[in-house]
Nanobody, 122 residues
Framework: QKQLVESGGGLVQPGGSLRLVCAASGRTLTTYAVGWFRQAPGKEREFVAAISWNSSPTYVDSVKGRFAISRDNAKNTVYLQMNSLKPEDAAIYYC????????????????WGQGTQVTVSS
């Protein structure tokens, strides 16, 4: 069964860090791009970061310099390291996959996880 499971979310203070993990089963990620999207209450789902099959990363401007996406194909896992977190980063974070090259458009991804909650608050 194709499945993505996100983990690593939690509650942090502004300026803190979290590392999100996207673990895949039923699909070997070697030839796939993996994207991270987030959705806050009352807001639309938005692109955060993605990594292509060749490890080329893409980030939304608001997280550049703070977030870093990486992949470990041997573990069939993708990570999102989030540093210097801000209250506006709070959301449910989802990972998703598509073939080869990353895009910033959610509907172009075919397999999605259930999300992990990130809360940034004092």
């Amino acid at each position: 069964q194709k499945q993505l499971v996100e983990s690593g979310g939690g509650l942090v203070q502004p300026g803190g860090s979290l590392r999100l993990v996207c673990a895949a089963s039923g699909r070997t990620l070697t030839t796939y791009a993996v994207g991270w999207f987030r959705q806050a209450p009352g807001k639309e789902r938005e692109f955060v970061a993605a990594i292509s099959w060749n490890s080329s990363p893409t980030y939304v401007d608001s997280v550049k310099g703070r977030f870093a996406i990486s992949r470990d194909n041997a573990k069939n896992t993708v990570y999102l390291q989030m540093n210097s977190l801000k209250p506006e980063d709070a959301a449910i974070y989802y990972c998703a996959t598509r073939r080869f090259v990353a895009t910033m458009t959610a509907h172009e991804y075919d397999i999605w996880g259930q999300g992990t909650q990130v809360t940034v608050s004092s």
